[in-house]
């Protein structure tokens, strides 16, 4: 079985296995009930949005960026996205098939998000809301909180962040920086298995998620706020998923979310150090501790990746279409150690060194 150093699944932990091992139980009673507003509650409180409201959603991410956008935004809205890879363009495609109204702040591979490229999409144009993926996945790159959140708040704009890669690895604090939705998913940083997402709500959110008519059954906030109330959600969830969560929760806060963020960054700027020692390089644009994009001058990264799975056990994100060849992604979330990174480290080096 091959180590993850991918950024999701990523690697996970003995605990998280154990309880996956085990039966899954009835769901509709007080016991479950119970677990949900566990594992809800201490969700918000990493998330510093004590006075909101989480969602949980048995889907991917995807799913539960679509759900946002269905519940919190209307045709008479006007959204910003920020579009810096395929991740962003996924929010982009979202708008389109509900036919709200969007403008897209595009980020060129290898450029730096910054405050002027977004003034210039809105020119003397009105918004209600601002859409980002916080850690743009595909590239790694890490969008400016602070410059985000004071956009928002200069123009009024409703602030929805996709945290899916984010969370755990970088800051993400709803109260200090006024964001109104957060989003996250099971298989990221949580370390859990995919299936299950969170969509985490503002007070200033569920307000206008109460006077939006949703048209879904699945996926109706009102719906899900209902049952959330007794622990519960509209329909079948991912049981063990959320027992798994709740266990996850209760150690994060155990462990203290500013230790694990800061654990998270030493593994990362320990392997960027590294690969540099080893000649090779990573992109200059802000970086979030989540992940590093390796890049490759030699245009062999495919054929290292394949190496990495085949000869040494381990298993990275690979980069595709124009960047196949010349980019993979390491993942540093999950569960890792300088001791494992190293590894990972050596074992690259040995194949840009070796004569086969």
Excluded: W
Aim: aromatic share 8%.
């Amino acid at each position: 079985m091959s180590h993850l150093f991918t950024i999701g699944p990523v690697e996970m932990y003995p605990e998280t296995l154990e309880i996956g091992g085990k039966q899954v139980p009835y769901f509709r009673n007080d016991e479950f009930s119970q677990v949900v507003l566990s594992a809800s509650e201490g969700l918000n409180r990493l998330l510093f949005n004590e006075k909101g409201k989480v969602i949980l959603l048995t889907c991917s991410g995807t799913g539960a960026m679509e759900a946002t956008i269905m519940n919190c935004f209307t045709k008479e809205d006007k959204l910003l996205v920020i579009e810096g890879g395929s991740f962003g363009h996924r929010f982009t495609q979202i708008c389109e098939v509900h036919e709200i109204p969007f403008k897209a702040v595009k980020v060129e591979h290898g450029i730096t998000l910054t405050r002027d490229m977004i003034d210039e999409v809105i020119g003397d144009e009105e918004f209600t809301g601002l859409l980002v993926n916080l850690d743009e996945t595909s590239n790694g790159q890490l969008y400016d909180i602070n410059m985000l959140s004071e956009l928002c708040k200069e123009k009024g704009l409703v602030f929805v962040v996709d945290a899916i890669s984010a969370f755990l690895a970088d800051e993400v604090n709803m109260d200090k920086y006024g964001i109104d939705a957060v989003i996250l998913s099971s298989q990221k940083a949580l370390s859990l298995a995919p299936g299950l997402s969170v969509v985490s709500l503002s007070e200033r959110m569920l307000k206008r998620v109460d006077e939006i008519d949703s048209k879904s059954i699945y996926f109706d906030f009102k719906d899900h706020l209902k049952n959330a109330e007794r622990g519960q959600t509209p329909f079948t969830p991912a049981v063990r998923l959320i027992i798994e969560l709740e266990d996850m929760v209760k150690r994060i806060e155990e462990k203290g979310i500013d230790n694990i963020i800061a654990e998270t960054k030493e593994i990362a700027l320990y392997f960027r150090k590294r690969i540099n020692e080893i000649g090779l390089e990573y992109p200059s644009y802000p970086l979030s501790n989540a992940v590093t994009p390796v890049i490759f001058p030699d245009e062999n990264a495919d054929v290292i990746y394949r190496r990495l799975i085949d000869d040494y056990g381990f298993t990275v994100n690979p980069s595709g279409g124009d960047f196949a060849k010349t980019m993979f992604r390491v993942s540093h979330v999950g569960n890792h150690s300088i001791e494992k990174t190293e590894e990972l480290i050596l074992a690259i080096d040995e194949i840009i060194n070796s004569k086969e």
